[in-house]
């Protein structure tokens, strides 16, 4: 298995732009994570998904943000209007038996 | 409740020494505690976890010691290696209710001097 794979490694882009991060996840996993990782604030859980649900969004920071899972192997995130204070690093997770597996994360860079 | 306190924040060792590395937890409800090894520019990967059921897992020169009464359970790298030199998660996790929900210690940054 390849793994979670996200998609793009790196995004820069301007203060107004919409932005989408991409996810795949690890096949037959029913659990999926995006977080977000910055130096201030460590790691964040942003929103869940169980079966394609979203679970838990509390974590996500503002109405700007947004993430869908259509089906199971796919999931994005999006940012609308992406603003400088979102850049970060975006980390897409699976998990299936409490064993969470993440995907080697997208640079996002708003200026 | 929800929080997972980590420490310290940064720590050196000399090579061949044991890096130890604490959390502390107030959820009780919490019964998965993986443990987290990030490289720059990599994602986190999963390096050992441990059940409360047990107060000991090891796995080659990684153990994880957990106290439940005191809700405090810690990392210990034996015989530290430069390649060693990470960021380490602790994290808590609790499944029985089936919410599956991560919750990340802040990270140390560990330094193993050659």
């Known amino acids: 298995d390849a793994g979670v794979i996200q998609s793009p490694r790196h995004e820069v882009t301007e203060m107004g732009q919409e932005v989408t991060l991409r996810c795949k996840p690890i096949s037959g996993h029913d659990y999926l994570f995006w977080y977000r990782q910055t130096m201030m604030r460590g790691l964040e859980l942003l929103i869940y998904f169980n079966n394609n649900v979203p679970i838990d969004d509390s974590g996500m920071p503002e109405d700007r943000f947004s993430a869908k899972m259509p089906n199971a192997s796919f999931s994005t995130l999006k940012i609308q209007p992406s603003e400088p204070r979102d850049s970060a690093v975006y980390f897409c997770?699976?998990?299936?038996?409490?064993?969470?597996?993440f995907g080697q994360g997208t640079r996002l860079t708003v200026v | 409740q929800q929080q997972v306190k980590q420490s310290p924040q940064s720590l050196i060792v000399q090579k061949g020494g044991i890096s130890i590395i604490n959390c502390a937890y107030e959820?009780?409800?919490?019964?998965?505690f993986p443990w987290y090894q990030q490289f720059p520019g990599k994602g986190p990967a999963l390096l050992i976890a441990i059940r409360p059921d047990v107060s000991e897992k090891k796995e080659g020169r990684f153990t994880i010691s957990f106290n439940k009464s005191a809700k405090q359970f810690s990392l210990h790298i034996m015989d530290s290696q430069p390649g060693d030199s990470a960021t380490y998660f602790c994290a808590a996790l609790e499944t029985t209710s089936g919410t599956y929900k991560y919750i990340f210690g802040t990270g140390t940054r560990l330094k193993v001097l050659a």
């Open positions: 997770a699976s998990s299936s038996t409490g064993r969470a597996f």
């Open positions: 959820n009780t409800a919490f019964d998965y």
